[in-house]
């Protein structure tokens, strides 16, 4: 779901925010900065917002992001109004004032959360899965079927440790486990490069699987 960070007090906290830093987080753009970039409903004005208005200028240059048009002294006018309105109400009741504070808050409290929410990382989803490889017979090498199994290389692949287990007349089968990131290896791509090993392998099963 797309957030959005309203003005003039979202801008606030951001201009503050920008002042001694160039990135949402880290040394360059990132997705945090286009999150926060596309959250802006639109841009800051240099005059109110200039640390603000410096990333988004930036961003929007280095990214390649269409820039919306900043509505200058919108900040001043809405309090210009607010003053105009107090004059003319001169009964009115405190409580609007309380409320509009208590708004502010609220809005600044969310476009900090907002921040933070674009900055941290997504954890990356990932498995320990436990194979079964079973030779052709017990002639077979297990060493080096056990060898040939490690030395595939997938990205986001990492092998562990292993162990040979007797499975009766005298064979035994590799018992294997890795790690996988689950957006990164299927468990069918990846068994079936074992099973390609045509002159180790006779088969290849998932013992286990779990989420870590």
Known sequence: MPVTLETPVAFAVLNGFFENVSYVKGTEASDADKAVFDALTEGPSATEFPHLARWYNHIANVKGYTTKAAVEGATTAAKAEAED??????????DEEVDEEAEKVKAQRLAEYNARKAAKPKPIAKSMVTLDVKPWDDETDLEAMTAAVKEIAMDGLLWGGSQLVPIGFG??????????????????????????????????????????
């Open 85 to 94: 309105d107090d004059d003319i109400d001169l009964f009115g009741s405190d």
């Open 171 to 212: 064979i035994k089968k590799l018992q294997i486990n890795c790690v996988v990131e689950d957006d990164k290896v299927m468990m069918d791509d990846l068994t079936d490069q074992i099973q390609e090993l045509e002159d180790y392998v006779q088969s290849v099963d998932v013992a286990a699987m779990a989420k870590i």
